[in-house]
């Protein structure tokens, strides 16, 4: 059975950093694509960040460019989103989601095979 456990969340403030983990099981965490989504209250999900299989790609969303970074650790089967300078607009639930998948699609909701159960950030101004 496939699991994806996100930790790492809470309560900032702006400006502050923190760093999300996601640890996997139940399946073969090398052939992966692993990303991050977000979805605040209200709102769609939405993509933030995904790193290809073997790590030597990373994309990321506009509005956390240049302070988030995604990094995984095929041996620890971990990945991990570092957040920096963080802002109110960044609250939400994050969520870890695992594809079979390489490229512009891993900034698709539908790539994903695989999906966390979130962790909840929030940011106070």
């Known amino acids: 059975q496939v699991q994806l456990v996100e930790s790492g969340g809470g309560l900032v403030q702006a400006g502050d950093s923190l760093r999300l983990s996601c640890a996997a099981s139940?399946?073969?965490?090398?052939?992966?694509?692993t990303g991050w989504f977000r979805q605040a209250t209200g709102k769609g999900r939405e993509f933030v960040a995904a790193?290809?299989?073997?790590?030597?790609?990373?994309y990321y969303a506009d509005p956390v460019k240049d302070r988030f970074t995604i990094s995984k650790d095929n041996a620890k089967i971990m990945v991990y989103l570092q957040m920096i300078n963080l802002k109110p607009e960044d609250t939400a639930v994050y969520y870890c989601?695992?594809?079979?998948?390489?490229?512009?699609?891993?900034?698709?909701?539908?790539?994903?095979?695989?999906w966390g159960q979130g962790t909840q950030v929030t940011v106070s101004s």
């Open positions: 989601a695992a594809a079979l998948a390489t490229g512009w699609e891993l900034g698709q909701l539908y790539t994903y095979n695989y």
């Open positions: 139940g399946l073969t965490f090398t052939r992966y694509s």
């Open positions: 790193i290809s299989w073997k790590g030597g790609s990373t």
